[in-house]
């Protein structure tokens, strides 16, 4: 017997078996009235009412759905809802500025935009067939009065497209199907030991690489959501006391935030002993692992993906025959990118570059069969990392792709040479990452003037207009000439050793 893998199946699984159960607790404060407390029961009828909107909507299988928005109750409910009933969903970084929205609404041929209230004005001008505001619009949104169209699910077909930045000037759609949701979801959950008791804090954007997988494992376990709206240390720990959570994940940043606050608070930390904080994005200063252990009392634990292998990659956790190491002992193995997840094969090539090979590999870029075909050459992803494999665990050492993470979202560096080299004053320019403690990365600008006054402030001040906060250049500064080959493509890895020198590896 073969039954194809679907989405829905997660949340088929627990109206069925936790029906009564509360299945996630919404953000209480925010500009769409808040959901409360929803059931498992309740929440499947939200995902079929979103599900028949659609149908009266005109939207035909694999038509696109995109969503803005911050986490909130109805994101969740959007990835069974949207995908659920054969559409594709879109979810979108809320971070990003109107212009680099509208390319990937006309890129994706996006038929529905669903809109966070703060959010509202990226629908005034859009390609979209339908811009509905989330709250305001839910009459429309989750349509009651009648039951959705109820059509057979194929695992090979596209459930999500998820943009990420990287090596192009211009984000890519990353197309993935059930079947590598479905997978990575499950695989996730088995390795992260996910119960029905387990609470899960949404501190990580549900935007991001859908969750990491989380919205469907912890669904079909019949765990509890608590959805976090925007992330501050001292009210993550506030929610972690409230609600008992468990499980929370996100960049190094957001580990940063909580030590901060838990420095500053009175009596015991909330979820000691109890909380897995699951960590990505950039491998942590050992420190911060240790000062994890030591000051909050959670588990660290560590993964490596990425948006087109849905995401995971690795797993990294603390092992029996590490426990009678020493504090810095034990980090230093935990800083390591982690082991090969079940079902997925690492190999490193003669370039030293991480190849991966997953049953969650993305189906393809979207519309871009060329750079599909360059990235899965060989019947490998190329990941654009390099690393070592030694006892069975990824060691990061240097990110070959032309991108930057910071703060746990890629940055495009060629995008943002685009835009600083628009400026009237900028002869060329070179972006690359340089370390830093909190955020992993700090995008950093290394321009060339064409002879007029221009100061930092003021190429900053350019980006900002035309691109997301966080792929705005932290640091500037000003040279007289780019290092070059002899061929004339800059050499970064120049350019990248002041910044680099003393460190082991050259990822952060």
Same mark, same amino acid.
């Given at each position: 017997?073969?039954?194809?893998?679907?989405?829905?199946?997660?949340?088929?699984?627990a109206?069925?078996?936790?029906?009564?159960?509360?299945?996630?607790?919404?953000?209480?404060?925010?500009?769409?009235?808040?959901?409360?407390?929803?059931?498992?029961r309740?929440?499947?009828?939200?995902?079929?009412?979103?599900?028949?909107?659609?149908?009266?909507?005109?939207?035909?299988?694999?038509?696109?759905?995109?969503?803005?928005?911050?986490?909130?109750?109805?994101?969740?409910?959007?990835?069974f809802?949207?995908?659920?009933?054969?559409?594709?969903?879109?979810?979108?970084?809320?971070?990003?500025?109107?212009? %680099?929205?509208?390319?990937?609404?006309?890129?994706?041929?996006?038929?529905?935009?669903?809109?966070?209230?703060?959010?509202?004005?990226l629908?005034?001008a859009?390609?979209? *067939?339908?811009?509905?505001?989330?709250?305001?619009?839910?009459?429309?949104?989750?349509?009651?009065?009648?039951?959705? /169209?109820?059509?057979?699910?194929?695992?090979?077909?596209?459930?999500?497209?998820?943009?990420?930045?990287?090596?192009?000037?211009?984000?890519?759609?990353?197309?993935?199907?059930?079947?590598?949701?479905?997978?990575?979801?499950?695989?996730?959950?088995?390795?992260?030991?996910?119960?029905?008791?387990?609470?899960?804090?949404?501190t990580?954007?549900?935007?991001?690489?859908?969750?990491?997988?989380?919205?469907?494992?912890?669904?079909?376990?019949?765990?509890?959501?608590?959805?976090?709206?925007?992330?501050?240390?001292?009210?993550?720990?506030?929610?972690?006391?409230?609600?008992?959570?468990?499980?929370?994940?996100?960049?190094?940043? /957001?580990?940063?935030? /909580?030590?901060?606050?838990?420095?500053h608070?009175?009596?015991?930390?909330?979820?000691w002993?109890?909380?897995?904080?699951?960590?990505?994005?950039?491998?942590?200063?050992?420190?911060l692992?240790?000062?994890?252990?030591?000051e909050?009392?959670?588990?660290?634990?560590?993964?490596?993906?990425?948006?087109?292998?849905?995401?995971?990659?690795?797993?990294?956790?603390?092992?029996?025959?590490?426990?009678?190491?020493?504090?810095?002992?034990?980090?230093?193995?935990?800083?390591?990118?982690?082991?090969?997840?079940?079902?997925?094969?690492?190999?490193?090539?003669?370039?030293?570059?991480?190849?991966?090979?997953?049953n969650?590999?993305?189906?393809?870029?979207?519309?871009?069969?060329?750079?599909?075909?360059?990235?899965?050459?060989?019947?490998?992803?190329?990941?654009?990392?390099?690393?070592?494999?030694?006892?069975?665990?990824?060691?990061l050492?240097?990110?070959? *792709?032309?991108?930057?993470i910071?703060?746990?979202?890629?940055?495009?560096?060629?995008?943002?040479?685009?835009?600083?080299?628009?400026?009237?004053? /900028?002869?060329?320019?070179?972006?690359?990452?340089?370390?830093?403690?909190?955020?992993?990365?700090?995008v950093?600008?290394?321009?060339?003037?064409?002879?007029?006054?221009?100061?930092?402030?003021?190429?900053?001040?350019?980006?900002? %207009?035309?691109?997301?906060?966080?792929?705005?250049? *932290?640091?500037?500064?000003?040279?007289?000439?780019?290092?070059?080959?002899?061929?004339?493509?800059?050499?970064?890895?120049v350019?990248?050793?002041?910044?680099?020198?003393?460190?082991?590896?050259?990822?952060?």
């Open positions: 017997m073969f039954l194809d893998l679907a989405v829905r199946d997660f949340l088929d699984r109206e069925l078996v936790y029906p009564d159960r509360v299945g996630v607790v919404d953000e209480p404060r925010q500009p769409a009235p808040s959901w409360g407390s929803v059931t498992y309740d929440m499947a009828r939200l995902a079929r009412a979103q599900a028949a909107g659609l149908d009266a909507l005109g939207v035909p299988a694999g038509g696109r759905v995109a969503i803005v928005s911050q986490n909130a109750a109805r994101m969740l409910v959007s990835f809802g949207v995908s659920g009933w054969g559409r594709v969903l879109v979810p979108i970084n809320f971070r990003l500025t109107p212009g %680099e929205v509208d390319y990937i609404l006309r890129d994706s041929g996006t038929e529905v935009l669903l809109l966070d209230p703060e959010l509202e004005h629908g005034e859009t390609v979209a *067939k339908h811009v509905l505001v989330l709250g305001r619009d839910d009459g429309a949104v989750f349509d009651e009065a009648r039951e959705p /169209v109820d059509r057979p699910t194929v695992e090979s077909a596209t459930a999500t497209l998820n943009y990420t930045s990287g090596t192009t000037a211009r984000p890519k759609g990353v197309q993935l199907t059930h079947r590598n949701l479905w997978i990575n979801a499950v695989v996730f959950g088995l390795h992260l030991a996910l119960t029905d008791d387990d609470v899960l804090l949404h990580l954007p549900m935007f991001h690489a859908n969750g990491w997988g989380l919205p469907y494992a912890l669904t079909g376990v019949g765990g509890r959501h608590v959805v976090l709206r925007k992330v501050d240390g001292g009210e993550i720990l506030r929610r972690i006391d409230r609600h008992g959570v468990t499980v929370l994940c996100g960049a190094p940043a /957001v580990v940063s935030a /909580v030590l901060d606050a838990a420095a608070r009175d009596g015991p930390v909330p979820g002993g109890r909380v897995r904080a699951v960590v990505a994005g950039a491998p942590p200063p050992t420190r692992i240790e000062r994890m252990h030591e909050l009392g959670w588990e660290f634990i560590q993964i490596y993906g990425l948006t087109e292998t849905s995401p995971l990659l690795t797993v990294n956790r603390m092992r029996e025959e590490w426990r009678g190491l020493d504090g810095p002992a034990r980090a230093r193995r935990l800083r390591r990118a982690g082991a090969p997840a079940l079902g997925v094969r690492l190999r490193i090539d003669d370039d030293g570059e991480v190849l991966a090979r997953t969650h590999n993305l189906e393809a870029y979207w519309g871009k069969p060329a750079e599909t075909a360059h990235a899965q050459a060989g019947g490998w992803f190329h990941t654009g990392d390099g690393g070592t494999l030694t006892d069975g665990y990824l060691t050492s240097d990110r070959k *792709k032309d991108v930057i910071s703060g746990g979202e890629n940055v495009s560096s060629i995008e943002v040479e685009d835009v600083l080299t628009a400026h009237p004053a /900028v002869r060329e320019a070179a972006v690359i990452g340089v370390p830093d403690e909190t955020w992993g990365e700090l950093t600008a290394i321009v060339v003037l064409e002879g007029g006054a221009c100061s930092a402030d003021d190429l900053v001040a350019h980006c900002r %207009e035309r691109l997301a906060g966080f792929k705005c250049p *932290k640091r500037v500064e000003f040279t007289d000439a780019l290092p070059r080959t002899a061929t004339g493509k800059v050499q970064k890895y350019l990248r050793e002041p910044f680099w020198r003393g460190r082991e590896d050259r990822i952060s």
